[in-house]
């Protein structure tokens, strides 16, 4: 379980970190969307991994913390707004200059 | 019943900008609630000055007790950081208002208040996962300020801004999550007390969520070699929201200070000199790159962009020695070069409006009202560059005096960039006012006095800095000795004993 976990989150973040060193802007915008992925994960995980294990005491033989679970709640909100603001923008800078290179240098 | 005074200017600006967002068919009414707002969070910053001075005072949101909920602390250090952001965004709105820059775009206003409320809710939280939400909430408002009146210039800085600071609040995630796993508290008080007493096999796991915090922070701070973003975004970024911005770098610098008497003092085994070693480096790269990239910017507004990489070099070289004295320093000029960058944009902006560019490389035609501006630039430089008889000149004999056990090489270099930069700011005086080409007719442009008033505020708030520099420095001196022994703000949030 503990290797699963590692794994997914490692491969998430070698996936995002590559397309962010894209020059295209939809990479970019795909590559901070894996690595919001991993970074979510990375939280759940934080309160130790348990399986069955509801957040509430009194409800199973030993409760699991709840508080990563209200994080990573909060990153999932946040990362999905803010992938809608760079996607506008994004998309603002490509009608703008029909050309979707995130430097904005030439050809 | 006073205690609510304390979450005040993050509850004002945010009831604001809801209201503004519901009319925002109405310029008359978001230009009153924008002035109202300002009035208001400049009233509630004086006032918690105040209260600040008698001691931190903590406020519990939903009355939860810490560690399980979240607590606002204001001490002074948080006081302080409040009356500059309410002083500063009151300058900037009397220049928006006077200059028209919020009729280019519907929701300039709003975006403001959000803007002021993430920063204060970052300047008060005693919660590093709060810290985070709240500077989600004052990036996403400043994304929209950034590309306030549109262009594709903007956007293309826009986007790059915005990618690399979401890059950066992934980082500070993984930060934080490391720091739950290791110690099972977000709350700042509560992980001083209990980092201390984490086994020695988690010292590696410390010190790698420290350095993931510094690089977030210095995200923020522009710090060498995290500082490329800056001077472009700036440049692209309307001047009057680039003048407010210049408090955001100083909150990667409140971060750094925060945290690293708090949560990662040199006392703590795992970290010890880490951050003051980092940061030592950083500061003197910082310098140098801030100088010479005064000296080389081929326009103003980049040119002021480097100029606050150099200030944000010497703040963190400063505070790299984390000792009382050191703090106060840093902090005195922090307050100084806030002031200075943003008179400094707020000029650009009046330059570009009347000479229809920045460009240092090209003879401009004769600028409208070009004697006040000139007098103007000349203060303002002064003030950046740190010559007397404005505050940058007091704050740093305080900075070089802080330093003084490293005076050879901390000396040398903030002596040498002083003087690089001043070139720089000489170069960049001289192309836009004495490089005039007669040929071209002189633009007309309205006088704008209320534009004015908004510039030599800032420069007399910089001349009042140093006529009553000794009552300020004293006033800081407290403030540091509370930074360094920071009992007082963890025994006030009444957390649980920690057991040994």
Redesign the interface.
């Given at each position: 379980m503990e290797a699963l976990i590692a794994i997914t989150i490692g491969a998430l973040t070698t996936g995002g970190v590559f397309l962010?060193l894209q020059r295209r802007?939809f990479p970019?915008v795909l590559g901070?969307s894996l690595?919001?992925y991993a970074?979510n994960i990375?939280?759940f995980i934080?309160?130790?991994i348990a399986l069955n294990a509801p957040p509430i005491i009194g409800m199973g033989p030993a409760p699991i913390?709840p508080?990563?679970q209200a994080?990573v709640l909060?990153?999932i909100v946040?990362?999905f707004?803010?992938t809608a603001?760079?996607l506008m923008?994004?998309l603002?800078?490509f009608l703008?200059?029909g050309d979707d290179s995130?430097?904005?240098g030439g050809p | 019943m006073s205690a609510h005074f304390v979450i005040a200017p993050v509850i004002l600006p945010a009831a604001l900008a809801g209201l503004m967002v519901l009319f925002a068919r109405s310029p008359a009414f978001q230009r009153l609630g924008a002035v109202l707002g300002a009035s208001g969070l400049i009233a509630l910053a004086l006032y918690n000055l105040t209260q600040a001075s008698l001691g931190p005072t903590p406020y519990f949101l939903g009355n939860w007790p810490a560690p399980f909920g979240i607590v606002l602390v204001l001490d002074r250090l948080s006081a302080l950081m409040l009356a500059l952001v309410a002083g500063l965004a009151g300058v900037v709105l009397a220049y928006v208002l006077a200059t028209g820059w919020d009729r280019r775009g519907a929701y300039f206003h709003p975006l403001f208040m959000f803007q002021l409320m993430g920063l204060n809710g970052a300047f008060l939280t005693a919660d590093a996962f709060n810290l985070f939400v709240f500077f989600e909430v004052l990036l996403i408002a400043s994304y929209g300020l950034m590309v306030h009146g549109g262009g594709a210039e903007r956007l293309r800085a826009g986007l790059q801004y915005v990618a690399f600071n979401l890059l950066g609040s992934t980082v500070f995630l993984f930060a934080l999550a490391t720091i739950y796993a290791i110690s099972g508290t977000l709350n700042m008080a509560d992980l001083a007390q209990k980092l201390p007493l984490m086994p020695p096999e988690d010292a590696a796991l410390i010190r790698l969520s420290a350095v993931l915090l510094l690089v977030v922070f210095a995200v923020k701070g522009a710090l060498v070699p995290l500082q490329f973003w800056l001077p472009r975004s700036y440049a692209a970024a309307p001047a009057p929201v680039a003048a407010l911005f210049a408090v955001m770098t100083k909150l990667g610098a409140y971060a750094m200070i925060r945290f690293g008497t708090l949560v990662f003092p040199t006392t703590l085994a795992a970290t010890g000199a880490l951050w003051g070693n980092i940061l030592w480096a950083a500061g003197l790269v910082g310098i140098a790159v801030g100088a010479f990239g005064v000296l080389g910017a081929a326009r103003l507004a980049p040119l002021i962009g480097f100029a606050i990489i150099g200030s944000m070099g010497v703040v963190v070289l400063t505070v790299s020695a984390f000792t009382a004295p050191a703090l106060a320093a840093a902090l005195y000029y922090a307050v100084h070069s806030t002031l200075a960058a943003a008179t400094l944009f707020l000029l650009a902006d009046t330059i570009i409006a009347r000479r229809g560019g920045d460009d240092l490389a090209q003879a401009g035609p004769k600028m409208a009202q070009g004697g006040l501006i000139s007098g103007l630039f000349m203060a303002a430089a002064v003030a950046m560059v740190g010559l007397p008889p404005l505050s940058g000149f007091v704050g740093k004999v305080q900075v070089l005096q802080a330093l003084s056990a490293h005076a050879p090489v901390a000396w040398s270099v903030i002596l040498l960039g002083t003087l690089v930069t001043m070139i720089g700011f000489a170069r960049a005086g001289s192309a836009l006012f004495w490089r005039v080409d007669t040929a071209l007719s002189v633009p007309k442009h309205p006088a704008q006095p209320i534009a004015f008033a908004a510039i030599f505020a800032l420069i007399a708030a910089m001349v009042a800095l140093s006529l009553f520099a000794a009552p300020v420095a004293g006033w800081l001196a407290v403030t540091a000795d509370d930074l360094m022994a920071p009992q007082a703000y963890i025994n006030v949030q009444s957390l649980p004993a920690v057991a040994p």
């Open positions: 962010m802007t970019v901070l690595l919001s970074v990375f939280i934080s309160g130790r913390d508080l990563p994080l909060t990153a946040i990362s707004g803010m603001v760079i923008l994004a603002g800078s703008h200059r995130a430097d904005g | -």
